[in-house]
């Protein structure tokens, strides 16, 4: 696999092929002065559900956008199956779009939205009847053939979107934010749907979305996005657990973050002083130079309040402020001495300690579940 | 009539009654003067005015005569059939170039949208007289003053704008992502514009060419330039025929397009 900005070793996807889908360094300009994508590239293999996780005007739209041929390059290259796609006209690509507000033909039935890709393709009649047959059964649509869009709920209109993506079987579906306008119980259950299919049909997926949950649980490989630029790419759990920086420690998840000065490096680990020069180990991510400021991040779920168990890395006294009861568990909000706030969450289980308000407790955690990042 | 709600005192009541008796005299002075051609128009005399008998509601002071007449002048068909040919082309071409023009302009690439806006809609605001004074000198040297031909491209000239305004408002409403997504489902942009975006905007151009159509059968300025004796419309041969001899034919003539308008 070629290595490329922002591209982890180790993802967990094993693809049969890679190189079916490939960014090579591609940029895209709206203005020719502002870079939307800054050098984008990225190896994606048959069959893999990749998802591009960025704020909003992050630039993972406007891939999407360049892949179906909406846009064009300004720099740089995509190839599908080694063929550069700046040579394909964008409906000759093959490539199934699910956009963020479905765009179903409004003039159109189900069924006739259905047929639309079918067509196009001149298919035969009967061919065309019994596959829009076959699709609205497999989104679980069966009765709903002769509908206008109008006439559905949303979460329906979803389905028909996906059904019509999918019936011209393309190696390749694009979704944009698909169940950005779904309440949530909708769109946890879409989101069972989408991996149902993937896994069933074996398209590969270009996935977007701002929902790091979404993101999270969908995807094979992750590339998180910030000012046109991939931050980092790679499987869920180790985007979530070795964060290359302090933007992606911050999108994925919960952090907490203590501002510190490095003292020295010991091979991958490092020496950092935080909240009044108390020393604690944190692995090396982006920092270097002794007596460089940086940030300590730590999810709340890796930090422990000290009872009688030993055996951790970091240990600092802070001041218990509040808890909050959140049923499954519990979030403690603690105070360091340098009035950096702090949050732990622990199960709500007999273990789980009761602290008086002011208390000073000691916190505890291991110091590969913490990193130290630059300040930026 | 709408109950009054309880807290109206009579001043609420005198205040709507006013405001429903002046609608109603500002429509009537807008209609009548329209109206009162109708029953001109079946006078048995040549005259503009109401006569006696036709005041008493004789039956010998109305007639069809005029209606006669207007199916007897060899002029009068030649300019009934010259307004629907001239209308009929003009609008086809008003609507096509009209709507290619609203669609183009609609698109977030489209670099000096403003300025070809302005000129697309300047027939509209230009003094007719200017354009047609324009028209003519331009014609001459193509050879199409007093030709079928340079009347209609005259006349889509002026149905454009308002094809251009009806298709853009209707586009205004459109979403841009319809049209990708039947390029992505694998029509070519022409089949998608004629599946997709056609359908949903076809009540825009429609009003758009009934307003082009009506633009070119109202029409005399143009006419006055640049048609010859062969080219008349109804309304050059109501101009004419107001200056020439004055009876009612014109007058049967504007009853069937009141007719024919509603």
């Not at chain 2, 975006?197 to 633009?215: E, M, N, Q, W, Y």
């Amino acid at each position: 696999m070629t290595r490329s900005n922002g591209q982890d070793a180790g993802s967990t996807f094993a693809g049969s092929e890679t190189g079916f889908l490939r960014f090579v360094d591609v940029k895209k300009s709206y203005d020719r002065k502002t870079l939307v994508v800054n050098g984008f590239s990225l190896d994606v293999a048959k069959g893999e559900f990749i998802t591009l996780l960025g704020p909003s005007g992050s630039g993972k739209t406007t891939i999407l956008m360049l892949l179906a041929g909406f846009e064009s390059v300004t720099g740089g290259d995509i190839e599908i199956d080694g063929v550069p796609v700046t040579r394909i006209a964008p409906y000759d690509r093959n490539i199934g779009v699910v956009f963020q507000n479905y765009a179903l033909f409004p003039h159109m039935t189900i069924s006739e939205n259905l047929a639309y890709p079918l067509r196009a393709r001149k298919m035969g009649r009967q061919a065309i009847a019994s596959l829009v047959e076959e699709y609205l059964s497999l989104v679980e649509l069966d009765g709903f053939a002769n509908r206008f869009p109008a006439q559905l709920s949303g979460g329906q209109r979803q389905r028909v979107a996906l059904a019509r993506a999918l019936i011209f079987e393309p190696a390749l579906v694009l979704m944009d934010e698909p169940l950005g306008a779904l309440d949530k119980k909708l769109r946890e259950q879409m989101q069972f749907e989408i991996t149902r299919l993937h896994q069933k049909l074996g398209f590969t997926v270009i996935y977007v979305t701002h929902d790091q949950t979404e993101a999270l649980t969908m995807s094979d490989r992750i590339a998180v996005f910030n000012d046109g630029v991939v931050q980092q790419c790679a499987s869920p759990d180790e985007l979530y657990e070795r964060p290359r920086n302090a933007f992606v420690a911050n999108f994925i998840g919960e952090n907490n973050m203590l501002p510190g000065e490095v003292v020295e490096t010991v091979g991958a680990k490092v020496r950092v002083s935080v909240a009044n020069g108390k020393e604690i180990t944190a692995r090396l991510a982006d920092v270097s130079s002794a007596g460089a400021p940086c940030r300590i991040s730590v999810r709340p779920e890796k930090m422990f309040i000290k009872t009688d168990r030993t055996g951790y890395d970091n240990e600092i006294p802070a001041k218990f402020i509040v808890q909050h009861y959140v049923g499954d568990f519990i979030r403690y909000y603690f105070e360091l001495d340098d009035g950096t706030e702090v949050t732990v969450k622990l199960l709500n289980d007999l273990d789980a300690p009761k602290l008086g308000q002011g208390e000073i407790a000691g916190l505890m955690w291991q110091a590969s579940d913490c990193y130290a990042f630059n300040t930026d | 009539m709408a109950e009054f709600p309880a807290y109206y005192n009579w001043k609420h009541k005198a205040g709507i009654y006013m405001l429903r008796f002046w609608a109603a005299a500002a429509l009537l002075f807008l209609i009548m003067p329209i109206l009162v051609m109708v029953p001109l128009s079946f006078n048995s005399q040549p005259y503009f005015t109401f006569t006696e008998g036709m005041l008493a509601l004789d039956a010998k002071a109305y007639s069809l005569r005029w209606y006669q007449k207007i199916l007897d002048s060899p002029n009068w068909i030649l300019a009934i059939k010259n307004s629907f040919i001239i209308g009929f082309f003009a609008t086809i071409v008003a609507t096509v170039l009209g709507t290619v023009a609203a669609v183009g302009l609609a698109s977030a690439h489209m670099p000096f949208k403003r300025i070809i806006t302005a000129l697309l809609l300047s027939p509209m605001i230009v003094p007719l007289i200017i354009i047609a004074a324009g028209m003519f000198f331009f014609y001459t040297r193509f050879g199409l003053v007093g030709t079928l031909p340079g009347l209609v491209i005259a006349h889509a000239a002026l149905g454009i704008p308002f094809v251009v305004v009806t298709v853009t408002a209707t586009l205004v409403g459109f979403d841009r992502a319809l049209y990708n997504a039947g390029l992505s489902l694998g029509t070519n942009p022409v089949r998608t514009f004629f599946e997709v975006v056609f359908p949903l905007i076809r009540p825009g151009v429609i009003s758009g060419a009934l307003f082009a159509f009506v633009t070119s059968f109202d029409e005399v300025v143009l006419v006055l330039f640049l048609a010859g004796p062969d080219q008349r419309t109804i309304p050059r041969q109501m101009f004419s025929g107001l200056r020439e001899q004055i009876n009612p034919t014109i007058l049967a003539v504007a009853t069937l397009l009141i007719l024919l308008s509603v």
